[in-house]
């Protein structure tokens, strides 16, 4: 990947400023058909969850377009009163590419993963922390795409709550 193909925006940098409409324009042209929970969340909760400081969603444009795991969990977690891990790691909430005008082909998802980990690197390399979370569906192409092409490996399950989808859960040491 020529990382040099694209530049990350991080989209705190646009909320306070006279730019965020510009931001706003930007999440209105993003379309996401093959995962609708992507599009939404861009669309409807990605700023109110960088404003309360809960998430933060970074934006990726293409400069040519553009405009041991139970062992390594139990050493770094907590485990509940529910039975579950507690875990501290960086989470990757899901993935999605605009597909308005054919710009889905701009950028490959192997490229959108690799700035997704340099951006946790950035931050890993100030803070510290080993794991990467993220959650996907259950699909034969997502979890090749995770798991063999990216060694993730599943850790867990979880359904969601507004659209009761039930969600891998897969982890990576970095």
Known sequence: MDSKSYFVLNIMEYL???AEKDLTTFKEQFKCPINKDIE???????????????????????QRNSKTIQRKLSRMSVLNDDGEY??????IAQLGKNFQSGLNDSITGNDL?????EQISLIQYKVGGILCVLECEQK???????CEQNHFVEFGKR???????????LLKTI
């Open 86 to 91: 507690n875990i501290p790691a960086y989470l």
């Open 40 to 62: 939404d969340f861009l669309k409807n909760s990605a700023t109110i969850f960088a404003k309360k400081h809960q998430a933060i969603s970074y934006l990726v444009f293409s």
């Open 16 to 18: 306070g400023t006279p």
């Open 159 to 169: 359904n969601t709550k507004s659209t009761n989808k039930s969600l891998l859960q």
């Open 113 to 117: 993963l690799a700035l997704a980990m």
């Open 140 to 146: 034969k192409g997502l979890l090749d795409f995770y």
